[in-house]
């Protein structure tokens, strides 16, 4: 006969293991910024950490933080619980499911970092008193309050450099001075082009030859539509960058804005003569060829690009209009599931949706534009299209709701009216339908069919006559 044990189950020597597994958690109030993952009891044992150890987190990234026990009610639920900055330094969202384990950390002597933005003067003893005790290593993000804000930096090398280190009040931190060619770039890449103008004018002045500054001074002025001065920044970059491909093509979209369409597809030609696969200047040189009317050419410089990269979005959502145009709706559903297939984007599920409405098949354009919704839900049209399919299926209420919401996202409210009003009407609401219908007739006087669908709800009223007695006209939206 076996022995029983008195020794309860929880009681047992936990197994020892390399790793483990948990799902990612936000981290308690307390422990944002301070470089904390808790972990429950029994995976700490698991793992032979004791409190204060460091432990590895592994992402789709790998990082590490300080290994801190759970609260007792999270015990057991297999969960990890970290902050943002961790998440963000494991490549990890909540409910992600991430590995874990063991390992050892030194003390770090040195460490160089570089501000991820433009950061005042500061005395660099500071990083070592706000960062004591936190681990980390090269590539991680770290960050410092700063009176009511943050200061954030990149970890670009650590000293010792074989393993991840500790912060102690005696690490020495180098912070990077960014120049003004970093700055200008970051400032593009947030889209504060003209203070990227700036800083490209200020390289261009200490360094004459500089002359990639001037090319992305070229880039700035152009996201601004100042499309005259942008030709003139690339001009000066192509006096001694001849053959740039690149800059060729910039050169010609800019011109292509000016209405310069023979002189932008000579850019692009040139380009082409340069670098003969080069996808963008096909594509910038069949885009002025659609304008043009040109559209065979412009369908064979799409096809030019798909044969070079099928994944080319671009060219497929190009083509899916070209073909739109050309009432060939079945080739222009085809290049919009393309686009879809590549990369969902809310104006090929649109287009399909409309495609989809005018070929009578509402049932598909419908979920053409829910999905279209689920992309970008604060795009006016595509709850207004949504609205129009809704009335074709004579489910005005749904067309109604759809229409209210296109109005909370767009300025140009007129239009919409009269469909609001058509469905008002349907609905039985007259007092609604008129009130619509007078807001669209201050701007189109001579719609003679909405004067009649008011008329005929204003008859309803004085004769008090039910919807079914005089029905609104079978007019379809």
Same mark, same amino acid.
């Given at each position: ?22 799902? *990612? ?6 422990? *944002? ?445």
């Amino acid at each position: 006969m076996g022995l029983f044990s008195n020794k309860k189950e929880s009681d047992k020597k936990a197994e020892k293991k390399d790793f483990i597994q948990a799902t *990612v958690l936000e981290a308690y109030s307390r422990d *944002v910024g301070h470089g904390i993952a808790r972990i429950d009891a029994n995976s700490m044992k698991e793992l032979g950490v004791i409190i204060g150890d460091v432990i590895e987190i592994v992402g789709k990234q790998k990082t590490v933080a300080k290994c801190l026990p759970l609260y007792p009610s999270d015990e057991g639920k297999k969960i990890i619980r970290v902050d943002g900055l961790i998440r963000n330094n494991s490549d990890s969202d909540i409910g992600d499911f991430i590995t874990i384990q063991k390992i050892k950390a030194v003390v770090a002597k040195n460490i160089l970092v570089k501000p991820l933005k433009e950061i005042p003067p500061i005395d660099e003893r500071y990083l070592a008193d706000a960062l004591e005790s936190v681990p980390l290593i090269k590539g991680d993000t770290i960050m410092v309050p700063y009176f009511d804000d943050s200061l954030s930096f990149k970890v670009l090398e650590t000293d010792p450099t074989e393993q991840p280190v500790w912060i102690t009040i005696e690490t020495i931190f180098h912070i990077e001075n960014i120049d003004d060619f970093q700055r200008g770039l970051d400032e593009y890449q947030n889209g504060n082009y003209e203070k990227a103008i700036e800083f490209f004018e200020q390289c261009s002045k200490d360094n004459p030859d500089d002359t990639i500054s001037l090319f992305n001074k070229g880039l700035a002025l152009y996201q601004l539509n100042r499309y005259d001065e942008a030709i003139d920044s690339f001009d000066f970059y192509l006096k001694t960058n001849k053959t740039n491909a690149e800059a060729l093509t910039c050169k010609g979209n800019a011109l292509e804005k000016i209405g310069q369409n023979e002189e932008a597809i000579k850019c692009f030609d040139e380009a082409l003569e340069i670098k003969p696969n080069y996808c963008d200047a096909l594509y910038s040189k069949g885009t002025v060829l659609r304008d043009l009317g040109k559209s065979d050419d412009a369908i064979k410089c799409f096809d030019e690009i798909l044969q070079i990269d099928s994944n080319y979005s671009n060219a497929w959502y190009a083509k899916g209009v070209l073909f739109s145009n050309l009432k060939k709706y079945e080739d222009a559903i085809k290049c919009f599931d393309e686009v879809n297939r590549i990369n969902p984007y809310y104006g090929a599920w649109n287009n399909k949706g409309n495609l989809l409405t005018d070929l009578g098949k509402y049932d598909e354009a419908k979920k053409c534009f829910l999905k279209a919704i689920e992309l970008d839900e604060n795009q006016p049209d595509l709850w207004y299209n949504l609205g129009f399919v809704y009335m074709h299926t004579k489910n005005f209420q749904d067309a109604l709701d759809s229409f209210d919401i296109s109005l909370e996202h767009r300025t140009d409210t007129v239009d919409i009216q009269k469909q609001r009003g058509f469905c008002f009407a349907q609905l039985g609401k007259d007092k609604d339908a008129i009130a619509c219908f007078n807001a669209y007739l201050v701007h189109h006087t001579d719609d003679m069919e909405v004067m009649k669908w008011k008329k005929i709800a204003q008859l309803r009223i004085e004769t008090d006559s039910s919807f079914q007695d005089k029905p609104m006209p079978n007019s379809e939206p």
